[in-house]
């Protein structure tokens, strides 16, 4: 066991860092300046996202976060609302940017630990067209929702919804690639229910930055005048974007590593714990223990150089099978009695 101190680290798969073909990638880029919408790599990327996704255009943001809000300021004028779960990133923990920058009102209902909303709710919930109320606009579903993958079928149920209430369909697809390998569906079929769809180039993709919106060309092109305005134009933002692609074209397929890992850890808890206290979401182990065990825990693994968050853990490609030993038996050396 090394003595580096949190040599493993599973808060999160942001802590990725960029692979030596990516930084070769990186150091390799055309570049130009994207505000004029010359930067080849920053299009080679749009590109890219767009067709792996089936949409018409997509547009390279600096973060998740700005990309869904530009999605949300694509869709909605001052005045307007998005139906959203009550613990999605969109609602939750985004600063509440939709409302705050774009006078656009969140309508958060119950969501449950799959993502998914009740159909019922999303129907009550929409407002009648009288001054009275907000403008009911849009629809913000997450694939997947803390590792879970929504149900298959689940955004086409929605989207008929959205379609015959005359309401918008936007996807925060930060880990839509580990949802589309879980159900063995392409991520363009997982995408086709929306008419937005933003993923995240800088989770277990392991790029150091950026997302990408995808959709129509009108939605692209609002998206890209707000864009501005935020102050997300870049300029040769190919630098960076030249990762993003190397992600996509090369890293995908390391997501399966990611997948069994967090089984392989999800099963050593078991053994541990037992079974009622974790749960397997793609990448993420749940870990249900009480709030003192679960800090005794944490310290046990901290003092031999294993960092936790608290409740999930998360798997991502600068965790390695070696290290995997190391967690499992850090984990049989942790004794609840
Ligand atoms: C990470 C994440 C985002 C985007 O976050 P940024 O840190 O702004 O890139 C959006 N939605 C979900 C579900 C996420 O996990």
Redesign the pocket.
């Known amino acids: 066991m090394t003595s580096t101190p949190f040599s493993i680290d599973l808060r999160s798969d942001?802590l990725t860092t960029p692979s030596s073909g990516m930084r070769r990638a990186m150091l390799d880029a055309p570049v130009g300046d994207d505000v004029y919408g010359e930067d080849p790599t920053v299009n080679a990327l749009q590109d890219y996202v767009a067709t792996l996704l089936d949409k018409e255009a997509a547009l390279y943001a600096p973060?998740?976060?700005?990309?869904?809000l530009l999605a949300l300021f694509a869709h909605c004028d001052r005045g307007d609302e998005y139906l959203v779960g009550d613990s999605?990133?969109?609602f939750r923990?985004?600063g509440g940017g939709a409302a705050v920058l774009g006078s656009i009102s969140p309508q958060p209902l119950p969501m449950a630990f799959d993502g998914t909303l009740a159909l019922d709710d999303l129907e009550a919930a929409i407002k009648p067209a009288d001054f009275h109320f907000a403008r009911s606009r849009v629809i913000c579903l997450?694939n997947?929702?803390a590792g879970e993958p929504l149900p298959l079928g689940y955004a086409e149920a929605v989207a008929s919804l959205g379609e015959r209430r005359g309401l918008a369909m936007h996807l925060?697809g930060?880990?839509l690639f580990n949802a589309a390998l879980a159900q063995n569906r392409t991520p363009a079929a997982l995408a086709a229910p929306f008419d937005t769809v933003?993923v995240?180039l800088?989770?277990g993709l392991g790029a150091p930055v950026g997302?990408v919106l995808a959709g129509s060309q009108a939605l692209i092109d609002e998206a890209k005048r707000w864009r501005k305005v935020l102050g997300g134009g870049m300029r040769q933002a190919g630098i960076i974007a030249a990762a993003g692609l190397y992600a996509l074209q090369h890293q995908i397929d390391d997501l399966a590593q990611d997948h069994q890992h967090a089984e392989q850890l999800a099963n050593c808890l078991t053994d541990n714990f037992g079974d009622s206290a974790v749960r397997l979401a793609t990448n993420m182990v749940h870990l249900n223990l009480p709030e003192d065990t679960y800090a005794v825990f944490a310290e046990h693994l901290g003092e031999i150089g294993i960092r936790v968050g608290r409740p999930r853990w998360v798997l991502h490609r600068d965790i390695r099978s070696t290290d995997l030993e190391a967690l499992c038996r850090a984990i049989q050396g942790f004794s609840t009695d």
């Open positions: 942001t973060s998740g976060t700005q990309s869904n999605a990133h969109t923990y985004e997450e997947t929702h925060d930060a880990r933003s995240c800088s989770k997302s």
